[in-house]
């Protein structure tokens, strides 16, 4: 097993590598400039742009530029952006845990009431209100978040309504809205994952023969076949891990949110190359260890896994 | 039945009190407020309160002198109460403000500064601020090209006594005295020490005006402080909110006092909102600031003036005036302040007019020779990409109208949307047909020579290649002209030739839609904003 997670972590090295290299490439050789100011205000000659560019290094080739900008990242050096001159770090120190909180609780929410919800509705697939249930979640599935956020902006922080909550931040209850726009698409693709899992394992032989043994249902199905039908789930779970760095550009936005999203919406559009390789590095990562993380709960749920990986 | 009572309940709350509380059947907005003139002031001013300005952008930084932070209106609104310049202008008048006297002769300016004044953080201003700041202007390996640019002509700075600044010019230039004087934020020295590019004072501005700087959230709000006796408010807070529908909740919530830079539409929406006309007041304000569609004259397509003012006749004013600019941008042929000397008020916009404008496509040589609905000279068809930029919601809805127009004139015109930054590059490297603009500035005086001077096509703002020898010679004589009476004949002279040559099609005059609670007095908009200092809140 430790030979496993180290032999992983190792792969870890080329793998950000490669992702590293083609984020630069793309952002680098994307048409734009960092050094341009807004449409009105394109006053700033191009003698002007060009000075800067040199004092920036952005003449230099751009895998000479990657060199160096490799070089500062083992350092923990993020480079300062080319927009408003701060530290990249501080700036993804103030997104992250915004982003990392309402993701993480629409995460925990998410899924929480998903592997229930899916789990009762499996059981009661031929009851009528499970079928409603179930139509109920197809057409919440089609819902944009971006339409469910103004509609709660509206009905519960604008005046007219039930105004319980802030209309900008994440201050007093501010994250609520927010989390109930994330937690809802997850809730709904994450229900019915479970319960076609659990449907499918509570066909299987296993459970047959548990309830011949006489095992009490509750336990059959909690035990026996939820634990066989969470492989999908963690998957998707792992998979929903990198929204924790990621964030949403319409919630943060719609909300008055300063995340991830936002940030790195306007860092691309900006050509701040320095924040976009920052929001790239920092999801890269997480991605990664949401992987490992994925494969390692795979070995705990599915001995076959760690069997196969032994031998 | 009953499982549907949540949502019952919820449109049953809709109906009830869908006006936002107010009495929805009192009589509606009267004259004043739909023309978004503030009403006159009867109350007398206290002191006390929270002023909260929604922005909908956030300042990249404080220190105009940066190329970075230095043209933005988000900059400009923030940061005005805290710096103070050497004088202060208003209706083409200059007033000492930081500057007591000054005095000048044919290559120098000789100013006093006033005595005892102090920055936020309580060092004494002297002379070497004024020299500092203008040391790090005029430092060629600074990013401050901006403001270098219009103090191009400056020579040398003396300092000879703690209150006596001397600056010498290398040739007389208006721009340079209005710059130095009425434009120049003065800066401490001790705080532009330093690599310039990472100075704490670009996050935490230390000046001498009405208000210092708190603090700044970012990402959330930037907050100042009354600094002393000179103002009413004991703070004004800056909120950033991008999206407009948000702060709109927010503002008939009551959590702002004061929206600014509204888009004409949400502008436009008050009006049909009971509690906006009891509850708030809107303000229109006219800035210096127009915007503009440029043909590359550098492209054979659109070397001739008569093709150009064609073009100019098939731009469907009214209809892009009504359905676009919602009856808020009204049209502009004048490349300065329109409400200033320097516009002649007889030039009027070229109408549409097809019929017109096919008169003179023929007169330029262009016609459907192959019989294709598409004109053609010489075998070249007139086919053409409008470059856009895909944030630019007015062109998107401009463009397609006009294009319309267009092509039943015979001319084929293609949108091609890019994004922002690319659309910048390609203007700047000349790589487009046509393209659209807008020019912005927070003074009434202006140079328009980086604009249209031909020497500026090549690495200037004269991003379409206009030339024209006698216009060249009229912007050279502008820049000398120290008379304003007589600079301002001469800028009504560049007016003229600039609309006659059609240099630009020149689309409309871009106001400032604000709207503020009635409980917020002493607003007078003006080109460099409110006045925060005579601004007050009442309960």
């Known amino acids: ?311 | 039945m009953s499982r549907l009572t949540p949502l019952v309940v919820l449109l049953a709350l809709a109906g009830c009190k869908g006006s936002g509380g107010v009495d929805a059947g009192s009589p509606g907005p009267d004259a004043r407020w739909l023309q978004g003139a503030l009403a006159p002031e009867t109350g007398t001013p206290r002191d006390g309160g929270t002023l909260t300005v929604r922005l909908p952008l956030e300042p990249t930084g404080l220190t105009r002198l940066h190329d970075r932070f230095n043209e933005g209106t988000m900059v400009r609104l923030t940061v005005g109460p805290l710096y103070e310049t050497l004088a202060r202008a208003h209706d083409g008048q200059l007033t000492p403000l930081l500057a007591e006297t000054w005095s000048e002769t044919a290559d120098a300016l000789t100013i006093t500064l006033r005595a005892g004044v102090k920055f936020h953080d309580g060092t004494e201003l002297t002379s070497a601020d004024v020299k500092a700041t203008l040391d790090v202007v005029m430092d060629p390996a600074k990013p401050t090209a901006g403001f270098r640019a219009a103090l191009d002509s400056l020579r040398s700075v003396e300092t000879p006594d703690a209150r006596t600044v001397v600056v010498r010019w290398s040739r007389p230039w208006f721009l340079a005295r209005h710059t130095l004087l009425a434009a120049l934020p003065v800066m401490p020295a001790h705080a532009l020490q330093g690599d310039f590019d990472t100075l704490p004072i670009h996050r935490a501005p230390i000046g001498t005006g009405p208000f210092r700087f708190e603090k700044w959230e970012p990402g959330l709000s930037l907050s100042l402080v009354r600094a002393d006796g000179r103002a009413h408010l004991d703070r004004v807070v800056f909120r950033f909110l991008k999206d407009e529908g948000a702060a709109m909740q927010a503002f008939e919530k009551g959590e702002l006092g004061l929206m600014t830079r509204l888009t004409p539409s949400a502008w436009r929406s008050l009006e049909t909102q009971p509690w906006a006309w009891q509850r708030s007041q809107r303000i229109f304000f006219e800035e210096n600031a127009y915007a503009w569609l440029g043909f590359n004259q550098r492209k054979a397509l659109f070397v001739d003036p008569l093709v150009r003012r064609a073009l100019a006749m098939l731009y469907p004013a009214e209809l892009v005036e009504k359905t676009v600019d919602l009856g808020l941008e009204p049209r502009t042929t004048c490349p300065y302040f329109p409400g200033s000397r320097s516009c002649d008020p007889s030039v009027q916009p070229l109408a549409y007019d097809p019929a017109e404008a096919r008169r003179l496509l023929a007169a330029a040589g262009w016609g459907d020779s192959d019989h294709d609905g598409v004109l053609d000279r010489e075998g070249v068809r007139f086919s053409f990409a409008f470059l856009a930029a895909s944030q630019s919601v007015k062109m998107a809805r401009l463009l397609p109208l006009f294009l319309d127009t267009l092509r039943h004139a015979g001319i084929e015109a293609r949108i091609e949307t890019v994004d922002v930054s690319a659309y910048l590059s390609r203007v700047r490297a000349h790589d487009f047909d046509a393209m659209a603009l807008s020019w912005a500035s927070a003074d009434e005086v202006q140079d328009n020579f980086p604009n249209f001077h031909s020497s500026q096509a090549a690495q200037g703002n004269n991003y379409v290649g206009y030339s024209n020898p006698e216009v060249d010679a009229l912007l050279e004589r502008v820049r000398t002209e120290l008379d304003a009476d007589r600079r301002a004949a001469l800028e009504r002279e560049v007016h003229r030739r600039v609309y006659a040559d059609q240099a630009y099609l020149f689309l409309g005059r871009r106001p400032a839609l604000d709207a503020a609670l009635r409980t917020v007095h002493g607003l007078k908009p003006s080109l460099g904003w409110y006045d925060l200092t005579a601004v007050w809140i009442s309960n």
């Open chain 1, 1 to 311: 097993m430790r030979r496993y997670v180290l032999r992983r972590l190792l792969l870890m090295v080329p793998t950000f590598l490669g992702i590293t290299v083609l984020t630069f490439s793309l952002a680098m050789l994307a048409p734009g400039d960092p050094f341009q100011l807004d449409l009105e205000t394109a006053g700033l000659g191009a003698q002007a742009v060009a000075q800067q560019r040199v004092q920036r290094g952005l003449d230099a080739p751009i895998p000479l530029q990657f060199g160096r900008w490799l070089s500062r990242v083992v350092r923990f050096d993020f480079g300062r952006s080319l927009i408003d001159q701060r530290p990249v770090l501080d700036k993804l120190a103030e997104a992250l845990p915004r982003t990392a909180l309402v993701a993480g609780l629409a995460l925990l929410l998410g899924f929480g009431l998903a592997v229930p919800l899916g789990v009762v509705l499996a059981t009661n697939q031929k009851r009528r209100w499970a079928r409603a249930v179930e139509l109920l979640l197809l057409a919440a599935w089609s819902v944009p978040s971006f339409w469910l956020a103004v509609l709660l902006l509206m009905l519960f922080a604008g005046p007219r309504y039930l105004p319980l909550f802030p209309v900008q931040g994440l201050a007093d209850g501010g994250f609520v809205l927010p989390v109930i726009c994330l937690t809802w698409p997850t809730l709904v693709i994450a229900t019915r994952q479970v319960r076609s899992a659990m449907e499918e394992s509570l066909c299987q032989d296993y459970v047959k023969a548990a309830r011949a043994r006489g095992i009490p249902e509750r336990r059959v199905i909690w035990r026996h076949a939820l634990r066989n039908s969470l492989l999908p789930v963690v998957t998707m779970f792992g998979l929903h891990l990198p929204h924790l760095v990621g964030g949403s550009v319409a919630i943060e936005r719609i909300f008055g949110i300063p995340g991830m999203g936002l940030l790195a919406f306007d860092s691309i559009g900006t050509r701040d190359y320095p924040t976009v390789m920052g929001v790239a590095t920092t999801m890269a990562l997480v991605t990664m260890v949401s992987m490992l993380l994925v494969d390692l709960a795979y070995g705990s749920i599915d001995p076959r896994i760690r069997l196969e990986r032994a031998g």
